[in-house]
């Protein structure tokens, strides 16, 4: 299905050169002279190789049709995360560069979206959100208006955020996992 280079998401597959590519990035650049376009990191779905492509954002290019199935995380053994058919209870172990950044946020028994192509997985998709505890937090600097005083913090799995001055070390936040951005306070 062809579609236009402004509407390519993360997650989606694209054929380009007659290769498959998995979406990581996309960027919409809008110089001050010219019209603007799309620059999007994928990775090759064949190879694992990365590459860089811009598009103008009136230029097509072809979505793949995809098979989107629910797998629940189990465990990670090195570079490799195993985890399981939420219907056939058959196990898939896939290479951590295929979730990117996106793996630090996996926890025990998390259900989430695989997108296979030919009943090969090209894509994860994790939840929106998910619930971590800040294990570490700058302490506030006075005198800061409140509107801009975020101040950096560590999660219980490693990734560094920045987080309002009332969050200290020990609380509970929600995380969007696609930004890697501070949402909200979690409910007890």
Request: glycine letters at 6%; hydrophobic letters at 40%.
């Amino acid at each position: 299905m062809k579609i236009q280079a402004n509407n390519i998401r993360p997650g989606n597959v694209i054929e380009h050169e007659g290769k498959q590519w998995s979406v990581l990035k996309i960027q919409l650049i809008q110089p001050g002279k010219g019209g603007a376009f799309i620059q999007v990191e994928m990775r090759d779905v064949a190879s694992g190789v990365k590459s860089n492509e811009r598009w103008r954002t009136q230029d097509t290019v072809e979505k793949l049709s995809v098979d989107s199935r629910e797998y629940a995380y189990l465990f990670a053994e090195g570079n490799m995360l195993t985890f399981m058919d939420s219907e056939n209870y058959e196990q898939t172990t896939l290479p951590r560069e295929l979730l990117g950044a996106a793996a630090a946020f996996l926890q025990e028994n998390m259900h989430v979206s695989v997108d296979l192509i030919e009943g090969r997985p090209v894509a994860v998709h994790l939840p929106q959100t998910v619930v971590l505890e800040v294990t570490e937090a700058d302490p506030v600097v006075r005198g800061q208006t409140a509107a801009s005083s975020y101040k950096p913090a560590m999660l219980s799995n490693g990734v560094r955020i920045m987080v309002p001055p009332f969050v200290e070390a020990g609380t509970r936040v929600v995380v969007n996992t696609e930004e890697v951005a501070y949402v909200e306070r979690a409910k007890s």
